[in-house]
């Protein structure tokens, strides 16, 4: 059974090592990670999955920089053996619900434009395509950014 909960500091060794498996492209550094964290709880909210055994088999996070101002997902990962168990859908409905008490108007988010389990995804949860950064991830590596509306 999954679980989720807040990440807390001492989760970070063991998402820095995840980053460089399942983005192996543009992982995020140890360094990244701690600026990012920095934030928690005020502007930025890390929430991660865990396994029966206690074990990290995901992780997400949002940004959120002030009221009325559209929040900024930082990051959606789900290791490959736990994909397709709806984690990546409740990583997104906690990031939406904990913006919404921050009361942002609506959420972003960058998605590799080859990543096509990721836009599904979006798409089915009432994310847009509303544009194309080149070269986000790194040459050749384009992304969508889509974005939704919140109620």
Do not use: C
């Not at 460089?20 to 920095?38: C, H, I, N, T, Y």
């Not at 934030?39 to 995901?58: C, K, L, Y």
């Not at 940004?63 to 990583?91: C, K, M, N, S, W």
Request: zero cysteines; proline letters at 4%; aromatic letters at 10%.
């Amino acid at each position: 059974m999954i679980s989720y909960r807040a990440a807390i500091q001492l989760d970070l060794p063991v998402l820095v090592s995840m980053e460089r498996v399942l983005f192996a492209d543009s992982p995020w550094s140890m360094g990244q990670f701690k600026e990012e964290f920095k934030g928690v709880p005020n502007s930025r909210h890390f929430i991660v999955a865990t396994n029966d055994q206690d074990q990290i088999v995901g992780y997400a996070a949002v940004l959120v920089v002030a009221a009325g101002v559209e929040a900024d997902v930082l990051t959606v990962a789900v290791l490959p053996e736990y994909t397709r168990q709806g984690i990546a859908t409740h990583f997104m409905k906690a990031l939406e619900d904990w913006s919404a008490l921050k009361q942002v108007p609506a959420m972003m988010l960058e998605v590799g434009t080859k990543n096509l389990s990721a836009i599904a995804l979006y798409e089915k949860l009432g994310y847009q395509k509303i544009s194309t950064r080149e070269g986000y991830y790194g040459p050749g590596l384009d992304a969508f950014v889509m974005r939704k509306e919140l109620k």
